[in-house]
Structures are given as C-alpha cells and as structure tokens.
C-alpha cells in the first residue's frame, strides 16, 4: 500500500506540474499576443527609438551669377563625419585607427568625445573630400558615419572676393553680399526618417518627411569680364608704384548698376584661413579718404548756381599761393596767372578754387556738396559701407570753408566719387548704385541739367592739352574727368611724402556710358599725384571696357590719326594683293 502511493503521489505532481507549465505557456501566448497584437504602441515607439532617426536633408545655397550668366559663386556638396560619443567610446581600441584617418591627434579626439560624452551628435571633420570620406567609412567603426552638406566654392577667387564676401563652414554668409542677401540664398533644409543599424549606417529610408527647398539664384550686375580687367589693371599698377592699396569702381551713368569693384591688396575666398584680416575688406566703400581736386567740380557747380560765375569768369590766381587764417599757406603748382573758371579746373588750381569759396556762403557749399551725395551712405545695400564724412555748414570756420573747395576736410569713398561724378553724364541725375542686375533705377535730380553739360565740358577740357589728366585719354574716345591728389591725415596733421592718388572720370564724353573711379593710396616714387599715377590706370581699364561692352567711339578722328597708315592705305593692306588690283582706289 505504501508503494501505491507514493507512485499516486508523484503522478499528481507530474500532472500539477504540467499544469502549472501549460497555465505559464498560455499566459505567456496572451501576454505577447497582447503586447505585440493589441497593445503594441510602446514597445514599437521604444524599437523606433533605437533604430529610425530623423535626419536632416541639406539644401543647397543659391548660385550668384554675374549679369551674363556667369558662375561667381557655387555650393558643391561634400561630406562631414561625426560620432555618437555614446557609443563610439564603448569601443576606445577603434579611436587610434580613427584619429589616424581624421588626421588629428588621438588625445584630443578621446578628449573631444569625453566632453560631450552625453550627447549623440558631434561632428569630427567637416567638408572633406569623398575619397577621405568612403576610407573613413571602410573602417566600419560603430557610432561613426557622414553626413551630406555644402561647401561654397568662389570661381573667381581673389578677383571678386570683396564684393561676394563669403560664407561659413555651415554655408551662412559672413561678408559682402553673402550677408546682405543671405535669406534670398539660403535654402530651407528637408527632413527624412530613416533607420539606422547599430553601426550608425542608413539601411533603409523610410519616409521624406520634407522636401529640401535650394536657395534662390542672385544675378549681379557686376561683369565678370570687367572685373578681371579691372583687377588685371589696377594689380600692375601698384606694383609698379610700390603703393600700398587701391580700389576701381565702375558704374553705369543711366542705372548706377556697379560693373566692377575691385580693390588690392585682396584675399581668397575660398580659403578660411583668415590670416589677414585686413585684406577681406571693401576698400572701395568702406575706406574714406580726402579726394584732393576732385571737389573742385562739385565747387564749379555751387558757383555757377550762385549766379556769380560762369565758366569764363576770370579769376586772378598770382602769385601762386595764398595764405590762409592759422598761417596755413597754400601753393599751386606754379604761378598761372588769371584763369578763367574753366580753366581753375582744368589746371587745378587750388587759389583759384579759394577765391571761388570766397565768393560763396557756406551754405551754398554745402547744400551742393550734399546733393552730390557726399556725407551720406549711397544706398547700395552693402553691409558695413561707409558714408564718408561731410561736417555740417555751421562747423565751418573760413579756413574750413576754403579747404574743402579743394578737397580737404572732407571724407569719401570709391563709389561716392563714382557716382557723383555719373551725375555730370546723366543730366544732372544722381543714380543710386545697385549689385543686382535690372534692379529699377532710383534716381533724383541734383543739378540743372544745362550746369551738369557745362561742367562736363570743363572735365573733358581737363583730359586735353594743358589738362591734368591727359593721361587718361583712351584711343577714338572722348573722356571727362578730373584728377585729385591729397596728402595723408597723420597724428592730427599730414604725413610727408605720402598720398593718395585719384581719378575720376567718364566716357565717351559726347554720351558717357561708364563712370570709373580710380584710387591709388601711398603710391612711391617722384610720380604721386592723380594725372601721373591713377589717369592710367583709368586709362587702361576704360579702354578695354569700352571695347567689351561694344561701346561706338565717338572721337574718330583721334583714332585715325593715331593709325600707322593713312585709312585708305591700311584697308588696301588688309586686301589680297589680287583683290586690289581688281578694284580701284575709290572702290577702297
């Protein structure tokens, strides 16, 4: 009997057993049938925490173009690598292999990812080459991947840097008109959800969530084409002078469009080194100087609204000097005698630009001065453009009143004296300038447009013989313009023997299409002032200018007489030899 249960005994636990087990089983069932069936929404919310991500689509910044099309600044796609520093330090034995690959030092690598050791994104190497990128990416390091970004890339390189300016690493702009229309050119970013295997490594997208949305296009007004001349130009100017510095502005007299703007010493844009600081800035609008006589137009125009001169009022200018309050004496080049005001400008004259001031109130000076756009920003939207400096008519004593007739005491820029002198081709119209092609013209009546013709004809006198500036006279073209010379401000008084060199001028003079400024700062040698240093340069530029744009000559007589061989000569010896004997010379 004893035998008999204890075998009942254990047949009952057998079966209690099997029972409990199937009881577990079943709930079990339930349970992930629960869980996975009906009640699935933590667990899959806590499956997609670990492997779908969402990652952002870079957006490419817009392209500037110059008014014909031509690329001035791109954004190409690159790679950046980051890490999760959560997990790629799980694994220290990959970080020598990684720094190596990264090429940076080991120890700041652990040390990088130990400071942000609770976050999930940082970048190791940003912008690099996709060679650099696919070697990184073959040592399958867990926690390392790329991402896709852009890079801007400047085709011009120094030739255009300070007008363009440029980005930073994460492609905002920093300077010139990457700044001022970085919202144009900015793209908006895309969003898409993707999953990720435990390496980092995209496996599989799963949703685009939004559409990246590239930056709009900007089309300068610049041209390329002048631009290099220009840069080409005013390059061989300073070394041959040994100056320091120079800006070239070019305008369009009807619109103010800006052609060119270049200035030296300049940069590469498409290096951030950022070694030299100085060189990234827009001389041509935001360093001011004394223009020297180039006032001395803008002087010729309040005396003739004054009603007391005309361009042959005679104007006693002997001995050559004259002494002002404070004992400043102020000397011309030598002794012209009486000179008509015409003639004041066209061989500048400073007594003669005095005497003028003497006839006129400080109120007359200024308002005219002022008209001209002196004093004030020009409007061109340019981030950090300076507007010069034009003390108001009631600081001025008599001698102030005298020296800025000529050109001192008073500060501009490049594009000021550009644009103000397109005023003498536009009828008196001042323009205000624009980087963007076929913006609308924004434009005021300054002066009466019988005064603006007349002091264009003083400033295309001042180019001739006997002018200051026949230099800058360019083959089969009538040019106007006038020159300025001014000693550098030092320590409360003025350096010796260091200047700034100007010239200001348009073309062709019978119906000027471009207004140019030219600005040589510390130029060495015996040859310092405007005629002798900038005029040639103008010169230089002008004439390949003219010539790109397709402009007519308007002086053709010049032209011919300038030609090795009289016109009919050199046709004929351009024509076959059996060409000619066919026709006569008349047909020629």
Request: glycine share 10%; proline share 6%; aromatic share 6%.
């Amino acid at each position: 009997m004893k035998a008999r249960s204890r075998n009942v005994n254990a047949r009952g636990r057998l079966l209690a057993v099997a029972g409990v087990l199937a009881l577990a089983a079943i709930a079990l069932v339930t349970r992930a049938a629960w869980l996975q069936l009906l009640h699935n929404d933590f667990y899959q919310r806590q499956g997609d925490a670990r492997f779908l991500r969402d990652i952002p689509i870079a957006a490419s910044r817009g392209a500037i173009l110059d008014r014909n099309g031509e690329p001035l600044a791109v954004s190409t796609p690159v790679a950046s690598i980051w890490a999760n520093p959560q997990e790629l330090l799980q694994y220290p034995d990959h970080l020598p292999a990684l720094a190596k690959a990264l090429d940076i030092n080991p120890d700041a690598l652990v040390q990088r990812l130990a400071q942000r050791a609770d976050r999930e994104f940082v970048y190791l190497r940003r912008h690099l080459s996709p060679d650099a990128t696919a070697a990184i990416l073959a040592l399958q390091i867990p926690g390392v991947a790329a991402q896709r970004e852009f890079r801007r890339f400047y085709p011009a390189g120094a030739v255009a840097a300070h007008v363009l300016g440029f980005t930073n690493i994460d492609d905002v702009g920093q300077e010139g008109l990457e700044l001022a229309f970085n919202d144009w050119l900015t793209g908006k970013p895309g969003v898409k959800r993707v999953i990720r295997d435990r390496l980092g490594r995209v496996v599989e997208n799963v949703d685009l969530l939004r559409a990246a949305e590239p930056g709009r296009d900007l089309v300068l007004s610049i041209d390329r084409r002048l631009q290099y001349l220009a840069y080409r130009e005013l390059s061989t100017s300073l070394r041959e002078r040994d100056a320091n510095a120079g800006s070239v502005v070019i305008l369009d007299v009807a619109t103010g469009e800006i052609l060119a703007m270049v200035n030296l010493p300049s940069h590469n844009p498409n290096s951030r080194d950022g070694d030299n600081i100085g060189a990234q800035r827009n001389r041509a609008l935001t360093d001011v100087f004394e223009p020297g006589s180039v006032m001395k137009a803008f002087t010729a125009v309040a005396a003739m609204e004054s009603g007391k001169f005309t361009p042959d009022t005679l104007i006693a200018t002997s001995p050559g000097y004259i002494a002002l309050q404070g004992g400043y004496t102020i000397h011309d080049f030598k002794d012209y005698g009486t000179l008509s005001m015409a003639g004041v400008l066209i061989k500048s004259s400073n007594v003669g630009a005095i005497k003028i001031a003497d006839q006129l109130t400080a109120e007359q000076q200024y308002n005219t001065y002022q008209r001209f756009g002196l004093g004030q920003s020009t409007g061109s939207g340019f981030p950090g453009e300076s507007a010069g400096v034009l003390p108001t008519a009631s600081a001025w004593g008599p001698v102030e009143k005298q020296t800025i007739a000529y050109g001192y005491g008073v500060s501009v820029t490049a594009l000021q004296l550009a644009r103000a002198y397109a005023a003498f081709g536009n009828g008196g119209v001042l323009p205000t300038p624009s980087f963007v092609k076929n913006t609308p013209p924004q434009q005021r009546q300054i002066v009466a447009p019988a005064i603006a013709g007349k002091v264009l004809s003083i400033l295309e006198a001042v180019t001739g013989e006997g002018g200051t500036a026949s230099r800058s006279r360019v083959p089969g073209y009538r040019v106007a313009g006038k020159t300025g010379t001014s000693r550098k401000a030092s320590g409360g008084g003025y350096a010796e023997k260091r200047y700034v060199s100007v010239f200001v001028g348009l073309a062709p003079a019978s119906r000027p299409r471009l207004a140019m400024a030219v600005v040589i700062n510390d130029p060495k040698g015996e040859e310092y002032g405007g005629g002798a240093v900038a005029a040639p340069v103008f010169r230089s530029i002008m004439t390949g200018a003219l010539r790109l744009l397709d402009v007519p000559p308007d002086h053709i007589e010049q032209w011919y007489a300038q030609m090795p061989a009289k016109p009919a000569e050199a046709v004929a010896a351009r024509v076959p030899e059996s060409t000619t004997a066919k026709q006569s010379g008349a047909a020629l």
